[in-house]
């Protein structure tokens, strides 16, 4: 189906509280609609700074998107900015009390579902995305990730870890809000139980736990269930559509990662906006055939 050709806010303000998973300190935020189109804006608001979702102001990207200003920094905005990005609510003033916002249940469902409650609403004017027109890829070993031309946005990632209970994933899909909501908005952030020792000792995840993450052991996760049999790539899928959003706009093209991460992402990014001949600016966006390179490794849904 065809992407949503409008500008989009929200039809009424949201709050919502909670504790951060790296300094599991309380914060708070508020998103509040916009009368016309402006982008998705922060608001640190001990200090008023407001803080643009953009790429150049990312930083500070071990195992969180943040941003930075003026001595400001917002951490682990890439869940909001997901859930955001993938129901295409592009212009919003977002307001924080503290250097984090809420880790919730590890995904962006918590903020899917608030979002739908609040409900969506039109802004005038036509929306503009960026598409791709020729490929732009970063390297980094064996770890990459590129974007290439496609009528549409599609996201193909695979993952790779040296434990059983992980291994290598694969999934790719044609993002539509709703198939962000069903197959990505609901996987959990996670991380190996060999890692929970040495994070905590540099001062992350200290707001972690079963009800907020997915820890895997060797010969499987310790919570009690997986969303998903593949919900790791999935959350690496949904991190992705949040670190898109500091595009500015919406992106047309085929994203492929191969263990990639936040860093990985960003930097992807920032060499689409430093290189103006690789994309170019339309108002179509059109969905095209697609078929698939390679076999997942796991069912897809129907």
């Known amino acids: 189906m065809p992407r949503c050709t409008t500008p989009q806010t929200l039809s009424r303000e949201i709050q919502i509280s909670g504790r951060g998973l790296h300094g ?6 508020r998103l509040v609609p916009v009368a016309n189109p402006s982008g998705l804006v922060f608001v640190h608001t001990p200090t008023g700074t407001e803080i643009p979702a953009r790429a150049e102001l990312a930083g500070d990207l071990v195992l969180a998107t943040t941003l930075l200003k003026e001595g400001v920094r917002l951490q682990t905005v890439e869940h909001l900015l997901s859930a955001l990005a993938g129901l295409e609510v592009e212009h919003l003033r977002i307001e924080v009390d503290a250097e984090e916002l809420p880790i919730l249940d590890g995904s962006a469902a918590p903020w899917v579902d608030a979002i739908l ?43 790779d870890f040296p434990i059983p209970a992980l291994g ?23 991380c190996l139980a060999q890692e929970v020792d040495q994070l905590r000792a ?21 919570n009690d269930s ?11 899928m949904l991190d992705l559509v949040g670190d898109l959003a ?3 706009a919406p992106l047309l093209g085929l994203v492929e990662a191969h263990a990639a991460g936040h860093a990985m992402h960003v930097a992807l990014v920032k060499a689409i906006l430093a290189d103006p001949s690789c994309w170019e600016w339309t108002e179509e966006a059109e969905s095209a055939e697609v078929r698939f390179f390679f076999q997942p490794l796991v069912a897809q849904p129907a």
């Open 226 to 236: 997986l969303r998903y049999e593949d919900e790791a790539v999935r959350h690496k």
């Open 246 to 248: 500091l595009l500015g």
């Open 202 to 222: 540099r001062g992350l995840a200290l707001g972690g736990s079963l009800e907020n993450a997915v820890v895997f052991a060797a010969d499987g996760p310790l």
């Open 117 to 159: 409650q609040a409900g969506i609403q039109a802004l005038e004017g036509r929306r503009r995305f960026m598409k791709i027109t020729r490929p732009v890829e970063i390297r980094d070993g064996n770890r990459w990730i590129r974007t290439l031309p496609f009528d549409g946005l599609r996201l193909r990632y695979v993952i």
């Open 24 to 29: 599991n300190r309380p914060c708070s935020v």
């Open 168 to 190: 290598r994933q694969s999934r790719e899909l044609s993002l539509t809000p709703d198939k962000y909501r069903r197959e990505l908005g609901s996987a959990r952030t996670f």
